[in-house]
């Protein structure tokens, strides 16, 4: 009966040690959304509003689950990813990736590696994608993988960014 107190006692102690590990994560997880999601909904924001020719312009993540909106205007009503044509929830999901690829390598002259990121984007907007990656690449290496043909048509003979199609 003592050792299977000893036991629970040391169960007990470890499952204290386990919850208090788990506050701790989520505070510190917490602090880092609250310092690190403005940065990435403003610099979001920014490459969104180029990409889709100032459609949208503001980018709201909320929730610890990152859940995030969009809205056209101040004014507008905040809409879910969801009601998104999949052409521009991939423009976000792109823009979110540059920004945080921005923000995490900032200094760092890290390539950035594209695969099929631009499929579903229209002509005109995968046109404003290519450029925005065309500005990236002077200061780091940019390649994007595509199964089409129309990126590096769209891109020629330019050597700022290097399109590769499969």
Do not use: W
Not at 76 to 101: C, F, N
């Amino acid at each position: 009966l003592a050792q299977a107190r000893e036991k629970l006692n040391i169960k007990d102690m470890e499952t204290r040690a386990i919850e208090l590990a788990m506050a701790e994560l989520e505070a510190a997880n917490g602090e880092m959304r609250r310092r690190f999601a403005p940065a990435l909904e403003k610099k979001t924001a920014e490459i969104f509003e180029y990409l889709t020719g100032g459609s949208f312009g503001i980018v709201e993540i909320r929730s610890a689950q990152m859940d995030v909106f969009v809205r056209e205007e101040e004014a507008a009503q905040a809409r879910d990813v969801i009601s998104l044509s999949q052409g521009t929830m991939d423009e976000l999901y792109l823009s979110m990736r540059l920004a945080m690829s921005d923000l995490l390598s900032r200094d760092a002259e890290i390539p950035l590696i594209l695969d099929d990121a631009l499929v579903n984007f229209d002509d005109e907007r995968m046109a404003r994608a290519i450029d925005y990656l065309k500005e990236l690449a002077k200061s780091r290496q940019v390649v994007v993988f595509t199964c089409q043909k129309r990126e590096a048509e769209y891109v020629g003979n330019d050597d700022e960014i290097n399109v590769v199609s499969l």
